[in-house]
Structures are given as C-alpha cells and as structure tokens.
Antibody, heavy 116, light 108 residues
Framework: QVQLQESGPGLVKPSETLSLSCAVS?????????WGWIRQPPGKGLEWIGS???????YYNPSLKSRVTISVDTSKNQFSLKLSSVTAADTAVYYC?????????WGQGTLVTVSS | EIVLTQSPGTLSLSPGERATLSCRAS???????LAWYQQKPGQAPRLLIY???SRATGIPDRFSGSGSGTDFTLTISRLEPEDFAVYCC?????????FGQGTKVEIK
C-alpha cells in the first residue's frame, strides 16, 4: 500500500522560499503515475499547486506558476516542492499525493506558516 | 479554469438519514472526470468517488455518485456516525485541476 510523508520547515519567513519533500513508500515513483502537491489555507478549501511525472515533466497551476518548482528524485523515491517569494497568503497545510486521474493517495499534510 | 460550486454549504442531518450533495461546474467536465473526497478535521482528504460514479477501493456502497456535464451529485444513502465530515468535489478533466469549496455534513 502506497504511503506518502511530507517533510520540511514549519515556519518560513516572508520573501523566502518554502521547500518541502514527499517521501513515497510501498510504491515506486518510477512505476508511473503523476505525483502532486495540494495546499489548504486554514479554514479554507483545497488548491492544486502542481504535478510531476517520474520523467520530470511538470505542469503547474497558472496562479502559482511563476513561483513554483516541483522536482523528482527517483533514486530516493521522493519528489519536492519549492515555492519562492512567500507571503502570509501562502500559510497552509501542504499535502502531497499520488495521481491516478484523481488524487488517490495522500500524505498526512504539513502545516507551513509564513511569518517573521 | 473550471469553477466548481457546491451546495448546500452545510447539511444538518441525523444518523440514518439520506444526504444529497451537489457540485455544479462552470463548464462541462471532460469525460466525467469528477471526484469526491471526504475530509475530517485534522486529516487529509480521502478519495470516495472518481469518474463521477465509481467508488474508490474500500468505500462502502452507501456512497454513490452520479451526474455528467456540469451537474454532479454525491449521495450517502444512510448516514453512519463516521460520515459526518466535509465533502469536496474536484475535476481532473482539464488544467488547472480545481476543487469545490466543500459541503459540511453535520449532526442535527
């Protein structure tokens, strides 16, 4: 059974870069599927950030595209998110997920707070 | 971008009752690529329904999905205590992937 686990700093300063990783176990990233990042500001709805294939091809939400980079490391069976120039509006729980069309498996999520 | 609007915002029902949740899209959802998720406080969303009407692995048959085009429905035939949660629809037929704002099903 696939499991995903997010990791990274819980506090990021404004204007800096948010960096998170998602470790995948029980399933090889190289086996296929896209892998994605989704976020949820406190008390609000879900927002898709972007997705990546094991080959490295990516596609991003246009609303965040200028600030987002998603990468994959198949040797470590993990993928990563970088979001630059963060503001308080980027404070959210960040989830990673496996994509089989819908998001069929999710990590538990990690809260990232943007504050000085 | 496809905007998904869910109604009602909150549904107050008793255990054993039937819940009907609506998700309306601003434009047609390609190939019925519409999913429903359940989210409980402090937890990640869980996939319930994909392809508008197919249940995900391990999902009880009291959950059913229907609809096509721009109008979709999630039905919970008889609410169990563990079903009180927030339900969210999502389209994956076009980019960007988008989510509805959610319907909270609460105990009356």
């Amino acid at each position: 059974q696939v499991q995903l686990q997010e990791s990274g700093p819980g506090l990021v300063k404004p204007s800096e870069t948010l960096s998170l990783s998602c470790a995948v176990s029980g399933y090889s990233i190289s086996s296929g599927n896209y892998w994605g990042w989704i976020r949820q500001p406190p008390g609000k709805g879900l927002e898709w950030i972007g997705s990546i294939f094991h080959s490295g091809s990516t596609y991003y939400n246009p609303s965040l595209k200028s600030r987002v980079t998603i990468s994959v490391d198949t040797s470590k069976n993990q993928f990563s998110l970088k979001l630059s120039s963060v503001t308080a509006a980027d404070t959210a729980v960040y989830y990673c997920a496996r994509i089989s069309g819908p998001f069929d498996s999710w990590g538990q999520g990690t809260l990232v707070t943007v504050s000085s | 971008e496809i905007v998904l609007t869910q109604s009602p915002g909150t549904l107050s029902l008793s255990p054993g009752e039937r819940a009907t949740l609506s998700c309306r899209a601003s434009q047609s959802v390609s190939s019925s690529y519409l999913a429903w998720y359940q989210q409980k406080p402090g937890q990640a969303p869980r996939l319930l329904i994909y392809g508008a009407s197919s249940r995900a692995t391990g999902i009880p048959d009291r959950f059913s999905g229907s609809g096509s085009g721009t109008d979709f429905t999630l039905t919970i035939s008889r609410l169990e205590p563990e079903d009180f949660a927030v339900y969210c629809c999502q389209q994956y037929g076009s980019s960007p992937r988008t989510f509805g704002q959610g319907t909270k099903v609460e105990i009356k």
